[in-house]
C-alpha cells in the first residue's frame, strides 16, 4: 500500500478487472473506471517514458473518473503524480511483485467467489460418489436421516440445513456452508452432531459443485411421479438449471440406496449414457418390428 489508505472502504461491485492501456492515450471511451485498474509492464512503461507536461495531462485526464483502486504489477513503482492523486482522492494505490498474468488470474478467482451471486436454501449437500446432490424437502421428511445414512455408507457431507448456494458462472452453482454450522447435523432426538469427529476427516468437505436436486416429498395418492426416466425437469437456482428428481417418501422405502442409485444414473448421463431413452428406443424397435411381422407385404 503506496497510498489512498483512507479509501479502504471504497466499494468493489465487480469481479472484472481493466487494463487502462488505451485510456492513457486519451481515448476514453467505454474506459471502465468502476473496475480495478491494473497497471502492467507496458502500461507502466507508457506512463514513465512521457515527458512531465504529457504526464500531468495524463493524470489530469485519469484520476477525473470515479476510481476505486489501482494496483502496479512487476514491482514497478507508480510516477509521484500518481501516488499524489490517489492519496489526495483516497483511492488506495498498491504494488504486487506477481505478474500480470498471475496477479490477474489471482485477483479474478477471489473477485469471481466475493461478488457471486448468492442465495440460502433450505436443505441438505452431501457428495455421492463425486455428484454434489442437494437434498431438499419440507421440514421432518427425512433428509438429514438420508443424508446422515449416506455418510455412515462413505459419501460426504457438506452442509446441513441451511446451503449457501453461489453462481460462479452461468452454469456452475457451488454449495457450501457457514462457518458457524460447517460440519454438523441436526438429528431429532440425538441433536448436533458433529459429523467429523464422528465419522473422521474424510465424511466431510468444505463446498461442492451442485449437478443435482432430489427433492423428497411424502407418498400420497393424488400425487404423480415419474415412473419411466424420460422426463427431464429442472429447477431453477439463480438463473441455473438444475436437474430435479422427485422422489416419493414412505415407510419401507429405501432412500439411502435410491439417491445413490440417482447419482450413478447421473454420472453416466454426463457421459451421454441415458438408460432411460435407450430402453425407449428398443421398445419403438421391438414395436415396429412386431406391426411389420403382423403386416406382412
Partial sequence: M???EKGLTNRINMSEINRPGLSLTG????FAHDRIQIF????WAYITSRIPEDLKNIAADFFSFHLNCIIFTHGNMPPPIFTENCERLA???MISDVSTHKFITL???ILDRSLAPRTMRHGVLIEVFGIGILLSGKSGVGKSETALELIERGHRLVADDMVEIRRLSESYLIGTCSDL???HMEIRGLGILNIKDIFGIGSVRD??????????EEWTEDKDFDRTGLENPTEELLGVQIPLIRVPVKPGRNIPIIVETAAMNQRLRKLGKNAAQEFNQKLSNYLQQGKVERNPP
Fill in 2 to 4: 503506496l497510498a489512498g
Fill in 27 to 30: 481515448f476514453y471511451e467505454s
Fill in 40 to 43: 502492467g509492464k507496458g502500461e
Fill in 91 to 93: 483511492i488506495p494505490l
Fill in 107 to 109: 485477483i479474478s478467482g
Fill in 181 to 183: 454450522l460447517r460440519h
Fill in 207 to 216: 463446498h461442492k459443485l451442485i449437478e443435482l436436486i432430489i427433492r423428497l
